[in-house]
């Protein structure tokens, strides 16, 4: 969501600052919630299509900047190199399972 100023726009954060320690779940399901609202949810579960359009890639660096913006900046590090949206979220949900105390 957005508020705008005259001719300025300011967004405002879409989910929690996250992921990281025991918040991973949380983060998720915010995020999950935001990417179904802006119709991006398909995109994390399938990825790109083959012959992605103009609007895919498109679609795809709007799901992306939601995954960085809403990381801290240790996990920001680990997938900045990454430009697909669903290898983004596929990483830190691999992170958060290679993390997670054994039994928990």
């Known amino acids: 969501m957005a508020s705008s100023s005259g001719n300025v726009i300011v967004p405002s954060r879409s989910v929690l600052e996250a992921v990281g320690d025991k918040r991973y779940e949380n983060w998720r399901v915010c995020l999950e919630s935001y990417f179904r609202s802006q119709h991006l949810w398909e995109l ?35 997938i900045r190199g990454i430009t697909s949206a669903k290898e983004a979220w596929d990483t830190l949900a691999h992170m958060d399972r290679t993390n997670r105390p054994k039994g928990g």
């Open 44 to 78: 994390l579960v399938n990825g790109l299509p083959e012959s992605s359009s103009e609007s895919a890639a498109s679609l795809n660096a709007a799901a992306l900047h939601a995954i960085q913006i809403s990381c801290g900046s240790d996990l920001l590090y680990q």
